[in-house]
């Protein structure tokens, strides 16, 4: 929330952290000790480096560590204590103080309902406290308007995650040993192999499956959506426990950490203030959006990378920055004259006939959603194939307009459009499989095939080329890009050097309404839903034998920004604002269709 970055990016993976590094234990992160451990430049160090103007704290997690030279100018040790009238005074006596050495900034904590929710032995108990922080809240909004402050301030009300009652807990040991072992016990459990003659193998054998109510990740097949691999202290496996579950022996009333699916942890935020719309409403975020909002609010806007989108906010905002589409304009790739089909598996000759006809004839694409200076694009009429420059680099996506009504072809051929290419790319067609959504006779581009594992092919490829086609059927008509993606290092940016393809990504756009264009796509009223999947190629994942397909495909959903990351790809639709590219982009998924 306030570095604005992922715990893989930031450091602190959880609660313990174990790096050997910088220490042979697993270190609690509440110790003061503990500031190399912190990376990442939190808001109060960014606003006093660059206007030098103060900043305060009263008991914000994290304001006592120093890890960037720039505390903040008042930081008290954590008194929970400290009585409410108390804390609202501080506040008021900071808020009064001369220009010069008033805070332009105060970061402040308050411990309920969270520590009535870690507790709780009955729903009452948050209750009470949330009743409690209620009176909380009316005694400073009080203070404030006595004070002739609410005008004059922006004020932000904030909580970094819900809350999940427990019901059981997960005895691992039963399942492993330890011996050799570094365990981080919580919702999420991490195992980091300590001992070099435990093999990965093994472990995985006593972990996958093996316990109910748990899911089990290396960080290869991790979602990536969680941003949860590009870690040395994340560990060798990660378990995650279904709502209720807990690796805690014994376990307490409540706690958090689980999958951000889950509702329970879902959380609030209020703003107000001079430079907030009134009742306005921001679509459900990430707390990594929060500090490009800070940085817009203090005036220092793009002052310092994250891994939020700068806008996210724009739309409650009264006065939000002036922003443009920027865009360019994706160029065809070198072609060698005509448009004729060249077979690269045998065509049957009436559907071969159709396909040059409607080859030669068909208009180029005016213009798509997607733009990479590594990538071109080769048309074939309601598809394209959008190749990489690098002939040497495999990497590339194909960009669909599935329509219900299309003729399907039930026939088992790939051809290629010789005004791109006039040699097939593989000479063992056995062994390949299309990753095209559509099941007509163009979708068959042999640019649109690549070897995937058995194991892949079984447990996602399938269900989801048959839940694409289920959803074409539903909804008439879809705008499907598929691709591959290289990322070796799972850092969820795309390697700068061609690789062989690491993830298979999928983004499904339909309308709500009637479509107005499918080239590009726009919808009627820019009423418009979308749905994008980010999966590992994996020669197996054990987990996900004990998940059902749909599953699965939820688990690995992603946000389109994750796509255009992992793809190395810019994503945007001229039809829409700026802000609203941004939600679209950004636009979390809680379900399947």
């Given at each position: 929330?306030?570095?604005?970055?992922?715990?893989?990016?930031?450091?602190?993976?959880?609660?313990?952290?174990?790096?050997?590094?910088?220490?042979?234990?697993?270190?609690?992160?509440?110790?003061?000790?503990?500031?190399?451990?912190?990376?990442?430049?939190?808001?109060?160090?960014?606003?006093?480096?660059?206007?030098?103007?103060?900043?305060?704290c009263?008991?914000?997690?994290?304001?006592?560590?120093?890890?960037?030279?720039?505390?903040?100018?008042?930081?008290?040790?954590?008194?929970?204590?400290?009585?409410?009238?108390?804390?609202?005074?501080?506040?008021?006596?900071?808020?009064?103080?001369?220009?010069?050495?008033?805070?332009?900034?105060?970061?402040?904590?308050?411990?309920?309902?969270?520590?009535?929710?870690?507790?709780?032995?009955?729903?009452?108990?948050?209750?009470?406290?949330?009743?409690?922080?209620?009176?909380?809240?009316?005694?400073?909004?009080?203070?404030?308007?006595?004070?002739?402050?609410?005008?004059c301030?922006?004020?932000?009300i904030?909580?970094?995650?819900?809350?999940?009652?427990?019901?059981?807990?997960?005895?691992?040991?039963?399942?492993?040993?330890?011996?050799?072992?570094?365990?981080?016990?919580?919702?999420?459990?991490?195992i980091?192999?300590?001992d070099?003659?435990?093999?990965?193998?093994?472990?995985?054998?006593?972990?996958?499956?093996?316990?109910?109510?748990?899911?089990?990740?290396?960080?290869?097949?991790?979602?990536?959506r969680?941003?949860?691999?590009?870690?040395?202290?994340?560990?060798?496996?990660?378990?995650?426990?279904?709502?209720?579950?807990?690796?805690?022996?014994?376990?307490?009333?409540?706690?958090?950490?689980?999958d951000?699916?889950?509702?329970?942890?879902?959380?609030?935020?209020?703003?107000?203030?001079?430079?907030f719309?009134?009742?306005?409403?921001?679509?459900?975020?990430?707390?990594?959006?929060?500090?490009?909002?800070?940085?817009?609010?203090?005036?220092?806007?793009?002052?310092?990378?994250?891994?939020?989108?700068v806008?996210?906010?724009?739309?409650?905002?009264?006065?939000?920055?002036?922003?443009?589409?920027?865009?360019?304009?994706?160029?065809?790739?070198?072609?060698?004259?005509?448009?004729?089909?060249?077979?690269?598996?045998k065509?049957?000759?009436?559907?071969?006939?159709?396909?040059?006809?409607?080859?030669?004839?068909?208009?180029?694409?005016?213009s798509?959603?997607?733009?990479?200076?590594?990538?071109?694009?080769?048309?074939?009429?309601?598809?394209?194939?959008?190749a990489?420059?690098?002939?040497?680099?495999?990497?590339?996506?194909?960009?669909?307009?599935?329509?219900?009504?299309?003729?399907?072809?039930?026939?088992?051929?790939?051809?290629?459009?010789?005004?791109?290419?006039?040699?097939?790319?593989?000479?063992n067609h056995?062994?390949?499989?299309?990753?095209?959504?559509?099941?007509?006779s163009?979708?068959?581009?042999a640019d649109?095939?690549?070897?995937?594992?058995?194991?892949?092919?079984r447990?996602?490829?399938?269900?989801?080329?048959?839940?694409?086609?289920?959803?074409?059927?539903?909804?008439?008509?879809?705008?499907v890009?598929?691709?591959?993606a290289?990322?070796t290092?799972?850092?969820?940016?795309?390697?700068?050097?061609?690789?062989?393809?690491?993830?298979?990504?999928?983004?499904?756009?339909?309308?709500?309404?009637?479509?107005?264009?499918?080239?590009?796509?726009?919808?009627?009223?820019?009423?418009?839903?979308?749905?994008a999947?980010?999966?590992?190629?994996?020669?197996?994942?054990?987990?996900?034998?004990?998940?059902?397909?749909?599953?699965?495909?939820l688990?690995?959903?992603?946000?389109?920004?994750?796509?255009?990351?992992?793809?190395?790809?810019?994503?945007?639709?001229?039809?829409?604002?700026?802000?609203?590219?941004?939600?679209?982009?950004?636009?979390?998924?809680f379900?399947?269709?």
């Amino acid at each position: 929330m306030v570095t604005g970055l992922y715990p893989e990016s930031h450091g602190i993976v959880d609660n313990s952290v174990f790096d050997l590094q910088l220490s042979s234990n697993l270190e609690k992160m509440r110790t003061k000790e503990s500031d190399p451990y912190y990376g990442g430049e939190p808001i109060w160090s960014v606003y006093k480096r660059l206007t030098g103007r103060p900043a305060h704290c009263l008991f914000w997690v994290g304001c006592y560590h120093n890890n960037t030279g720039y505390k903040p100018d008042v930081s008290f040790d954590y008194n929970q204590s400290l009585s409410l009238d108390s804390r609202i005074e501080t506040l008021l006596d900071w808020l009064r103080l001369p220009k010069e050495t008033r805070p332009g900034l105060i970061n402040a904590y308050l411990h309920q309902p969270d520590e009535a929710g870690h507790n709780q032995k009955s729903p009452k108990d948050v209750d009470d406290a949330l009743a409690m922080v209620d009176e909380y809240m009316d005694k400073l909004f009080t203070a404030f308007h006595k004070e002739n402050l609410l005008e004059c301030i922006n004020l932000v009300i904030v909580s970094d995650h819900g809350m999940q009652p427990l019901n059981r807990s997960v005895d691992i040991s039963g399942h492993v040993k330890e011996d050799g072992l570094v365990v981080a016990k919580g919702v999420v459990t991490r195992i980091q192999i300590n001992d070099t003659s435990i093999s990965a193998s093994d472990l995985g054998k006593e972990l996958y499956c093996t316990m109910k109510n748990v899911k089990v990740n290396t960080k290869e097949s991790m979602p990536v959506r969680k941003h949860y691999s590009n870690s040395h202290r994340i560990g060798d496996f990660i378990l995650e426990g279904r709502p209720g579950a807990t690796f805690d022996i014994p376990f307490k009333g409540g706690d958090h950490g689980y999958d951000y699916h889950v509702e329970n942890m879902h959380t609030i935020m209020f703003a107000r203030g001079p430079a907030f719309k009134k009742n306005s409403v921001a679509p459900a975020f990430q707390n990594v959006q929060y500090m490009n909002l800070w940085l817009t609010l203090l005036g220092i806007e793009g002052a310092l990378p994250n891994n939020g989108t700068v806008g996210f906010f724009d739309s409650i905002l009264e006065k939000a920055p002036k922003r443009e589409n920027k865009w360019e304009s994706m160029g065809e790739c070198d072609n060698f004259g005509s448009s004729q089909v060249l077979e690269c598996q045998k065509i049957p000759a009436a559907e071969k006939n159709k396909l040059a006809s409607k080859l030669s004839s068909c208009p180029l694409a005016k213009s798509f959603p997607v733009y990479s200076k590594d990538y071109c694009y080769q048309s074939y009429c309601e598809n394209t194939v959008m190749a990489n420059r690098d002939p040497d680099d495999c990497r590339k996506a194909v960009i669909e307009v599935l329509n219900a009504f299309s003729e399907k072809s039930f026939s088992d051929f790939s051809f290629l459009n010789t005004k791109y290419s006039i040699q097939c790319p593989f000479a063992n067609h056995s062994s390949m499989v299309f990753f095209s959504a559509g099941s007509t006779s163009m979708s068959k581009m042999a640019d649109a095939q690549f070897v995937f594992p058995a194991y892949f092919q079984r447990k996602i490829l399938g269900p989801l080329q048959q839940k694409t086609q289920d959803y074409t059927t539903k909804y008439k008509k879809l705008y499907v890009i598929s691709g591959l993606a290289t990322d070796t290092n799972r850092d969820g940016h795309a390697d700068q050097l061609a690789g062989s393809p690491t993830h298979f990504y999928r983004i499904l756009i339909r309308c709500l309404d009637s479509w107005v264009s499918t080239n590009p796509p726009a919808c009627k009223n820019n009423r418009m839903r979308s749905l994008a999947f980010i999966f590992p190629i994996l020669d197996e994942h054990p987990t996900l034998e004990c998940m059902d397909s749909n599953e699965i495909l939820l688990d690995y959903t992603a946000t389109i920004s994750d796509v255009e990351q992992i793809a190395g790809f810019e994503f945007q639709l001229g039809s829409l604002s700026p802000v609203e590219n941004v939600h679209l982009r950004r636009n979390i998924t809680f379900s399947l269709w």
